[in-house]
Structure formats: C-alpha cells, structure tokens
C-alpha cells in the first residue's frame, strides 16, 4: 500500500515496525481529531479557491463517515498503514476517488498530528480538570458528612493538634481545585494553531489562510512564525503533565493518609467490599488495593514527564523523527491521571470514619493549653510553652 509519503521504493518490514512503532495503535485516540482538523483544512482549501465544491462535499461527507465508522469500531489503523492520517486518507480515497488524494495540499503530517494532538489534549486537559475537581466534590460531601468527627492532626506521625475530617477533607479539597487550575492553564501552550506550518517552514507558493482554520478549529491563536511551531513541541505536552505529576501527588498523599486510616492499628475508616480484595491465602483480609496503587502512581507521570522533556531537549529547529516517541508517555500519563482521579471520586464517596474508633491523646491540646496562657495570664508564648511543658512531665511521671 501507498504511504502518504511514498516515493514508490519498497520499505523493509523490519524498518516498518521500528519506525511505525505503536503509533498505529496509539493514534486510535487522534481518528476523530484529524477528521476534525481535515474537514477545517478542507473548508479553508475551498474558501482560496483551491479546492472545487464538489470535491469539498465529497471530503468533507467522506471523512465524516469514516469517522463515524471508526467510532462504531468498523475500521482500525494497520500497522502498514503506520497513523491515523495515512489511513484516514487512504480510506477517503478509497470511497470518493480523487478527491481524496486533494486534502492533503498545504500541509504536511507534521503540522496534521500536532494540530490533531492540540485538539485530543485540550479535551482532555478538560476532562482531566473536571476529574480533579470532583474529587474535591467528593472530599466535600465527605466533610459534611462526617462534619461532627473529630480526627488528631499529625506531625511527623504522631498525634500534634486537634483537628476533624472536615479540616481533613476541606485542606485536600482545596488542593485539587488548585490543581485542577493549574490544568486548566496549561491549555495556553495546547489552544494554539499549528496548522499550516507544515513541517517548520510554512507551505511556500500558496495562499493558504491559517486565520480561517483558527476560527474553525477554536484555537485561541494561531501559532507564529511557522518556524516556531516545531521548535514548541513538548512543551505544552510537558505543561500539561507536571500539572498532572501534582495531581497524581494529592492523590496520593490523600490516599496514604487513608491506608493509614484503614490499618486495624488505627481504624479510623471502613471501605466498601466492593473497593478492596481479598487475599489469595488469609481468609480474614481486605485489602486495600485501589489507594496503594492510586499511591504508587506519582513515580509513573514523573517518568513520563522525563520522557517527554528529555526528547526534544537536544533536537535542532523543524521536525525530527524522535518526536513520536513522545505519544506513548503523554497518553500514559494522561490515562492513569484520569483513572486515578476517578476512582478516587468513587472510593471517597463509599468510605465512612468511625468516630468510635478515634481516639485522641490528652497532649493533644497542649499548644492550645499555652495560647490560653499566653492570653489569661499575660506571659510570654516561651514561659506559657515551658510551664505547660513541665506539666505534661510531670504528669506522665505521675
């Protein structure tokens, strides 16, 4: 089969399989992307008189079916085949003859990935914010649930000042709103239009309209100079992924804090069964399985986001083949964000503190014992801390 950048020599199957790599897989995601992005470079090919209107309703219904389709699961991307762009276009031409092969004037597959990558990851720097931010929701819900519950504040794993779930839950809450903020803007980088700089310098000798397939595309710019747009790449990835290594981080930390919750030295917490499994040995155990790998997944999105800053790190300007090693992290570290995020929404909302179980040592009000002093009688926050000191000693003593 003909690749979009066939020349007529045969390629060595070897050679087809390192390079294509599992981008034939990995680009399942970016299908209904490039229809989208084909469909705006099609309309704005038509609008400069570069494409007939006959040829633009066949592409445009052409590539809507095929989108259609792969969404039902009708087609996928071959290995030969390589991505989802030649395989759209083969399959187009396929349908509506010669047409198919005029979608590609004024672009290269450079500027078609990243332009479909920009519009996968804004939708998902979306979705991924909205995940956080139901976490929160979900701290919340638990917060007024348990909002008569008290809970021991710790410092370095000891009981340190009185506190309750709701201090608990409302500090994280908090946290994942700013860390779904902080998704949120990484999508400056993201909402950008790359279409049209073709491989890094533009597509000389024709007047293509990059404005037009902003507009079309909802960009918020379009990306300038053309030889700029290379020279980004990784970077709104690399954006978007050190706010997901801070997510995945509350996640975790809420999750150790829970494991410790449900230790039987402890439990403060109940799980619901159908949130921890049994063991393969000990009749009697529930594991908590979910919060240990929520809590082991920071250490993955810090691996992925090192991959994708190492790559472009030493690449000259215009693209360069290592670039497509980068899809494998970035959706690595998007879906186990995503899926950790989720089903930590879910575990919060199935969890209960048992207030029975919570005990809190008498010492646990002794800076507020000081404060109280410090207030009543007058003396210095170090006379007040010393004197409430020697009480405690002599107490235990005693």
């Known amino acids: 089969m003909k690749r979009l950048w066939d020349k007529g020599e045969p390629l060595d199957a070897r050679i087809l399989r390192y390079t294509a790599g599992e981008d034939h897989l990995l680009d399942a995601r970016l299908v209904a992307y490039d229809v989208q992005a ?32 792969h969404a039902a699961g009708e087609w996928q991307i071959s290995l030969e085949e390589e991505d989802c ?8 031409t396929q349908a509506i003859g010669e047409a198919g092969k005029r979608v590609h004037l004024g672009r290269s ?98 007047p293509i309209d990059r404005e037009a397939t902003r507009r079309s595309l909802h960009f918020d710019q379009v990306h300038e100079p053309v030889t700029a747009v290379q020279i980004s790449r990784g970077k709104a990835e690399a954006g978007l992924v050190f706010e997901l290594c801070l997510l995945t981080q509350d996640l ?6 829970l494991l410790m919750f449900y230790t039987q030295e402890f439990r403060f917490i109940s799980l619901p069964d159908n949130m921890t499994t049994g063991s393969s040995i000990m009749p009697q155990k529930r594991n908590p399985d979910v919060l240990e790998l929520v809590r082991g997944a920071g250490p993955t999105l810090q691996a992925a986001l090192l991959e994708i800053i190492g790559l472009p790190a030493k690449l000259g300007s215009g693209y360069q083949r290592d670039l497509q090693r980068m899809k494998a992290p970035l959706f690595r570290a998007i879906d186990l964000a995503g899926d950790s995020a989720r089903v930590m929404a879910q575990l919060i909302r199935g969890l209960h503190f048992l207030p029975e179980n919570i005990r809190m040592d008498d010492s646990i009000h002794a800076a507020g014992r000081a404060n109280r002093l410090v207030l009543e009688e007058g003396l210095s926050f170090r006379e007040a801390y010393q004197r409430v000191a020697a009480e405690l000693a002599k107490k235990r003593q005693g």
Do not use: C
């Open 38 to 69: 084909s469909i705006a470079h099609a309309q704005m090919l038509h609008a400069r008189k570069l494409l007939s209107d006959t040829d633009l309703s066949a592409i445009v219904s052409g590539l809507e079916l095929l989108g259609v389709a």
């Open 85 to 92: 762009h030649t395989a759209l276009e083969r399959r187009l």
């Open 109 to 206: 597959r450079n500027d078609q990935v990243l332009t479909a990558l920009r519009l996968y990851l804004r939708d998902a720097a979306a979705g991924l914010a909205e995940a956080a931010l139901d976490v929160a929701t979900a701290l919340d819900e638990l917060a007024a649930r348990e909002r008569d519950t008290d809970l021991p504040g710790y410092t370095h794993m000891q009981q340190a000042m009185p506190s309750s779930v709701s201090l608990w839950a409302g500090g994280f809450a908090a946290e994942l709103r700013d860390d779904a903020a902080g998704i949120e803007a990484s999508r400056r980088r993201i909402n950008r239009n790359p279409l049209g700089s073709a491989a890094g310098y533009g597509v000389p000798g024709l």
């Open 252 to 257: 975790g930390r809420v999750a150790a804090d």
